[in-house]
């Protein structure tokens, strides 16, 4: 369930090649904390950030499924395996 406290990354301001590092230690971090859902906020401006998220939520064995935030399309909520 996704509340207030939801765990939120800001991916603001960052470089592209940063992305795979910190959303992995993101999800490695809140899967030893037992979240099952988390926040990734990429911005909405440009799909650059958005496309990369998508790629390394793609390649990541701890997701069980992501999509966008219907409500905030600046967002990215993702479930993952805990």
């Known amino acids: 369930m996704i509340t207030s406290k939801t765990p939120k ?11 795979e590092v910190l959303v992995n230690e993101f ?9 099952e859902y988390i926040i990734i906020i990429h911005g909405k401006s440009t799909n650059i950030l958005t496309e990369e998220v998508s790629r390394v939520l793609n390649k990541n064995k701890d997701v069980l499924e992501y999509r966008r935030n ?5 967002e990215t909520i993702v479930k993952l395996k805990i």
């Open 70 to 74: 219907n409500w905030n399309l600046g």
């Open 9 to 19: 990354l800001d991916l603001h301001g960052e470089v592209v090649a940063m992305v």
């Open 27 to 35: 999800i490695n971090d809140n899967k030893k904390m037992k979240n």
